[in-house]
T-cell receptor, first 112, second 112 residues
Framework: KAGVTQTPRYLIKTRGQQVTLSCSPI?????VSWYQQTPGQGLQFLFEYFSETQRNKGNFPGRFSGRQFSNSRSEMNVSTLELGDSALYLC???????????FGSGTQLSVL | GQQLNQSPQSMFIQEGEDVSMNCTSSSIFNTWLWYKQDPGEGPVLLIALYKAGELTSNGRLTAQFGITRKDSFLNISASIPSDVGIYFCAGLSLNTGNQFYFGTGTSLTVIP
């Protein structure tokens, strides 16, 4: 069974640009959540989608948005990039509420 | 968002030594997960715990779900160089939006 797949693996953008990250969950998993990881802040929760509906949202500005498609694949979009958005963005999937959470390899975003 | 208290923050040990780390929370959790993360990679799930008092092993790793449901422990026996990495815990509370909260991480260095 394939794991959580995130694309692209690396991204370099400049301030003001926007970016879209993609995540394919483990087959059968309907929940997809997104996290931002930086050395100083650790893992910060962005949002979670379940069956195409946003179920939870973290404390991030509206520049961060996401969506989930009917096949459970998810995308995350960041508009008007800032230097501070440089981070490893991780996607995770789980089958149900009280189930194990599995992470992808992440997308390393660098904003110049 | 809420972060769990994880200690120690870092450890430097000799190969062959045992390692212990723990996570504590002010909230009661229904699930505890333990992960290992290598630099620039996604976290890899090591052990999942679902019941207070539960003790689960995965090779040289053993984790326990604290009886108070507010803490969890991870032990690594007979450490080897490939154990190097960052270990962190995650806790799930069904009472707070079914969202996982994460520890701040323990950086482990194994000296051959």
């Amino acid at each position: 069974k394939a794991g959580v797949t995130q694309t692209p693996r690396y991204l370099i953008k400049t301030r003001g640009q926007q970016v879209t990250l993609s995540c394919s969950p483990i087959s059968g998993h309907r929940s997809v959540s997104w996290y931002q990881q930086t050395p100083g802040q650790g893992l910060q929760f962005l949002f979670e989608y379940f069956s195409e509906t946003q179920r939870n949202k973290g404390n991030f500005p509206g520049r961060f948005s996401g969506r989930q498609f009917s096949n459970s694949r998810s995308e995350m979009n960041v508009s008007t990039l800032e230097l501070g958005d440089s981070a490893l963005y991780l996607c995770a999937s789980r089958m149900g509420t009280n189930e194990k959470l599995f992470f992808g390899s992440g997308t390393q975003l660098s904003v110049l | 968002g809420q972060q769990l208290n994880q200690s120690p923050q870092s450890m430097f040990i000799q190969e062959g030594e045992d390692v212990s780390m723990n996570c504590t929370s002010s909230s009661i959790f229904n699930t505890w997960l333990w992960y290992k993360q290598d630099p620039g990679e996604g976290p890899v799930l090591l052990i999942a715990l679902y019941k207070a008092g539960e003790l689960t092993s995965n090779g040289r790793l053993t984790a326990q779900f604290g009886i108070t449901r507010k803490d969890s422990f991870l032990n690594i026996s007979a450490s080897i160089p490939s154990d190097v990495g960052i270990y962190f815990c995650a806790g799930l509370s069904l009472n707070t939006g079914n969202q996982f909260y994460f520890g701040t991480g323990t950086s482990l260095t194994v000296i051959p």
